[in-house]
């Protein structure tokens, strides 16, 4: 068995109780929260997105 030194044992002690520091180049957001997840639509939501909505004149045009 390898004989530790003092030194070692301390820094593998501090490693263990110092408290976790997030590096300054990591991502704020988990990737996974990052990315939306996909919604079920029903049917008649379904058909409700594939239709343009419906448009009314402005009232500056209706006045012409």
Same mark, same amino acid.
């Not at 044992?9 to 590096?23: D, F, G, L, Q, W």
């Given at each position: /068995?390898? +004989?530790?030194? +003092?030194? *070692?044992?301390? %820094?593998? %002690?501090?490693?263990?109780?110092?408290?976790? =520091?997030?590096?300054?180049? *990591?991502? =704020?957001?988990?990737?996974? +929260?990052? *990315?939306?997840?996909?919604? /079920? /639509? =029903?049917?008649?939501?379904?058909?409700? +997105?594939?239709?343009?909505?419906? =448009?009314?004149?402005?009232?500056?045009?209706?006045?012409?």
């Amino acid at each position: /068995m390898r +004989a530790l030194s +003092a030194a *070692a044992i301390v %820094e593998a %002690e501090s490693a263990v109780t110092r408290p976790y =520091t997030v590096p300054p180049s *990591a991502p =704020t957001v988990p990737p996974a +929260a990052a *990315a939306p997840r996909p919604v /079920m /639509m =029903t049917s008649a939501q379904s058909v409700a +997105a594939s239709r343009p909505p419906p =448009t009314q004149p402005l009232p500056a045009a209706a006045a012409r």
